[in-house]
């Protein structure tokens, strides 16, 4: 009978089949046995105790170890990988541990708080919220006078105030949460909904140390109000309005954007936005976006967070991704690719774009158009007579062999190398000639200062649809 791992789990820490030794295991993913039964697991950080942490062969792709796990611990299934995944680190062996399977991603990169927040050691308790909230609502609702009750202990809410302006009263129910990113808002936002329908006196508010903009726009559209400590505050009842923003996001708060959009981790948004209407389990996103197991966990989380998608039973969704290729043109710079500028003889740029093609395809070679050039072959709406390529390979050879000559400016032969390869996933071939995915080319022509912007939106409407 195959149990799933959580099951598996919660079984055998009920059984109390716990030994003297601990051991902790770095695990991609894998098959293994667990309390005498296939458990197929996915996990980053496994602590438990084991009399035997001796794995044995099963096959080719699977192992087995008579280590049990206690109750809580959660787990994520997925197809097994090759052992050389696996790190067992017991006693003695804390040096060998592959503290960072991928480079390119740190641990803690993408926790709200820094690297201990997943264990809450930098997050900001409710009541440290509640308590710096009560000295600051003075600045930050100065026009209004404000005071605070003390919410029965059964209430389920953290906090009301009491508002007073032109004669009216107003009670705003408060409920506090450590960190303003939408995963976390969501259940705040409906047990506040809750409430104020079935009170029509109360207006419902939202408080965190800082509401990302996500959080905010997800509370605007459920008719919620927030306070944050960083000086955003949207308040609308009665005829009342306050609504202020306290301008740039907490300096953090930038790091985490520029992190989600990093070389490495927006291989993970390119696919999703690639292929927004697909079901993906953890393993196969990875594969795909050809990056760590780890990395994708990672990626996923921020994304989670964020609301931009949604895990069930293991598959994830993207949510919203217009707002999400929003996000990422935002934080999106063409300047970052090394740019090589060439003379040519050769006029019609479409005859330029299919030689360059050619050559790169005979010598195995990646390339790939963008902006207005590759546009031409999409959905033509602005013309231009450079040519812009991302190309990995033998430059010299290439130059040679098209009769490039380089200059300082004025050229219109633009050859990119890119900072990441992930800008070659799901490169089109038409008619004879390679351009980047529609994705790619929206980034790259949104903030392009020759008509690009107007370029972008026709790609949008006509091939992205969102």
């Not at 038409?430 to 392009?448: A, E, K, P, S």
Request: with cysteine; proline share 6%.
């Amino acid at each position: 009978m195959m149990l799933t791992a959580e099951d598996e789990a919660i079984q055998a820490g009920r059984r109390g089949e716990v030994g003297r030794r601990a051991l902790e295991m770095q695990v991609a993913t894998g098959e293994f046995f667990g309390a005498g039964r296939m458990v197929r697991v996915t996990t980053w950080t496994l602590s438990s105790t084991a009399r035997s942490a001796t794995p044995r062969r099963l096959s080719g792709r699977a192992w087995a170890s008579t280590w049990p796990a206690t109750e809580g611990q959660k787990f994520w299934r997925t197809s097994p990988v090759p052992f050389s995944n696996l790190r067992l680190l017991g006693q003695g062996a804390e040096n060998n541990a592959e503290k960072n399977i991928d480079g390119s991603v740190p641990d803690g990169l993408f926790y709200p708080y820094g690297k201990n927040s997943h264990s809450g050691k930098n997050m900001p308790t409710e009541n440290e919220v509640v308590t710096n909230l009560r000295r600051r609502l003075p600045e930050l609702l100065p026009t209004l006078r404000v005071a605070v009750e003390r919410p029965t202990r059964d209430a389920p809410w953290d906090l009301v105030l009491k508002v007073q302006s032109a004669g009216k009263t107003r009670r705003l129910l408060c409920e506090v949460k450590s960190v303003g990113e939408p995963r976390y808002l969501a259940q705040a936002i409906t047990s506040l909904t809750l409430a104020a329908r079935k009170d029509p006196r109360i207006y419902p508010v939202v408080v965190a140390p800082y509401i990302s903009p996500e959080g905010q726009r997800l509370c605007r559209e459920a008719g919620v109000g927030y306070l944050d400590l960083t000086g955003n505050v949207f308040l609308r009842f009665d005829g009342i309005l306050v609504d202020r923003l306290s301008g740039q996001p907490p300096p953090r708060g930038k790091a985490r954007l520029r992190r989600l959009f990093a070389p490495k981790s927006s291989r993970i948004v390119r696919v999703l936005l690639e292929q927004p209407g697909t079901e993906w389990t953890l393993a196969g996103l990875a594969e795909e976006a050809a990056i760590s197991l780890r990395t994708a966990h990672l990626v996923v989380n921020a994304l989670e967070d964020k609301a931009f998608v949604e895990k069930r039973r293991g598959a994830i969704r993207l949510q919203k991704p217009g707002d999400l290729l929003d996000l990422w043109a935002q934080n999106y710079s063409l300047e970052r690719h090394l740019q090589h500028i060439f003379y040519t003889f050769v006029r019609n740029p479409s005859q330029l774009a299919a030689k360059l093609t050619a050559h790169a395809v005979s010598h195995r070679e990646a390339v790939g158009l963008t902006l207005h050039s590759g546009a031409a072959f999409v959905a033509p709406f602005v013309r231009s007579p450079d040519v812009y390529a991302y190309f990995v390979g033998d430059r010299e050879r290439l130059v040679k062999s098209l009769d490039l000559r380089p200059v300082e400016s004025g050229g219109t032969v633009h050859l990119l190398e890119p900072y990441d390869e992930g800008v070659f996933y799901r490169v089109q071939t038409i008619r004879g000639v390679r351009v980047v995915c529609n994705t790619q080319l929206y980034l790259d022509l949104i903030n392009y200062p020759a008509r690009g912007r107007e370029q972008a939106e026709v790609i949008r409407r006509r091939k992205l649809g969102y």
